[in-house]
């Protein structure tokens, strides 16, 4: 063959190279305002936990990872095998492992006890809430459930729920039905972290339907935690009611009905405001109307945000 026309040599072309994107500095703050949270619990994360629960700040798994190995984060946490705590923080591993046990044995009661509250008559949502929805039980703790009841059957509902929850306590850990509210007002007043972390680690075992209506009446949650993927469908939810429930709800539909809801809650919103005024509870971030029942009487919400925001500042603090 002739030389001039032998064929060129091929040449791999060399690859680009690799584009590495520096991390955003609101990420950084957003990781450590996320394990901040985590240990007022005493509770360490993963690293896919650190991205779920991330504060306000949408970002990617990948981003989370690169951020957890910066130098200047680093230096604030702590570490025990792939969970992450602040380095100054309470929170280990074998605690969280002997709140899961823990966890694992209240489970089954939880699930027999929330078959029980949705064959009620006038519920329509059956959900755990608290420590045990994210598995960190204490020794000792209640179960807490948010309940949402018929419009127009709030206090009804609740009479019902709390014979319940004393009949719970025969058998060990007692029920904590805390939110009992209307399904024509799902949207949340509290808007905080606090409230949306509440809402985001909720399980629904009880009426999908009004769990998805809920999710739609407090889409403000994604605000606060928007990698949680708050309003996802729930599974292995079972439907609430029941033919007994259906039979007490035609009886207790009408004007019976009206007038036993209405002195309900007039007797009930007056016993609890005989408690407070003798100083028996504590106001705290309780609500009481025709809409709804929270019985948070402690604070806890405004206690855990002021303790997220201290560490907070100490951050911001260290950062000069």
Not at 43 to 59: G, I, K, N, Q, W
Not at 67 to 93: D, I, K, M, Q
Not at 214 to 237: I, K, Q, T
Request: aromatic content about 6%; hydrophobic content about 50%.
């Amino acid at each position: 063959m002739d030389a001039a026309r032998a064929p060129l040599p091929v040449v791999a072309a060399a690859p680009p190279p690799p584009v590495v994107t520096p991390p955003r500095a609101d990420l950084a703050a957003a990781v450590l305002a996320t394990l901040a949270y985590a240990d007022v619990f005493s509770h360490p994360l993963t690293a896919e936990e650190v991205h779920r629960f991330l504060v306000a700040s949408r970002a990617t798994p990948e981003e989370v990872s690169g951020v957890l190995r910066l130098p200047e984060v680093r230096r604030h946490l702590g570490r025990e095998g792939e969970c992450f705590t602040l380095a100054s923080g309470a929170g280990s591993v074998a605690l969280r492992r002997r709140r899961q046990q823990v966890a694992v044995r209240m489970w089954p009661r939880a699930r027999r006890w929330a078959k029980a509250l949705a064959c009620l008559p006038f519920v329509r949502l059956v959900a755990v809430t608290g420590a045990l929805a994210v598995d960190a039980v204490d020794l000792g703790a209640d179960i807490d459930f948010l309940i949402v009841a018929r419009s127009g059957r709030v206090w009804l509902c609740r009479v019902l729920v709390t014979a319940l929850a004393r009949a719970s306590r025969m058998g060990g850990a007692p029920l904590c039905p805390n939110y009992v509210l209307s399904e024509a007002a799902l949207a949340v007043e509290d808007r905080s972290l606090y409230t949306a972390h509440e809402l985001v680690q909720m399980v629904p075992l009880a009426g999908p339907q009004t769990w998805r209506r809920l999710c739609e009446a407090n889409a403000w949650v994604a605000d606060f935690l928007p990698n949680a993927g708050w309003g996802a469908s729930p599974r292995s939810v079972r439907p609430a009611g029941g033919a007994a429930a259906r039979l007490l709800e035609r009886l207790l539909g009408g004007r019976l009905g009206d007038r036993l809801e209405a002195t309900l809650e007039r007797w009930q919103v007056a016993h609890l405001e005989r408690k407070i005024a003798r100083g028996q509870l504590r106001g705290g971030e309780a609500a009481f109307g025709r809409d709804g029942y929270k019985g948070h009487f402690d604070a806890h919400g405004v206690r855990i945000l002021a303790a997220w925001r201290a560490r907070v500042d100490r951050f911001a603090g260290a950062a000069g």
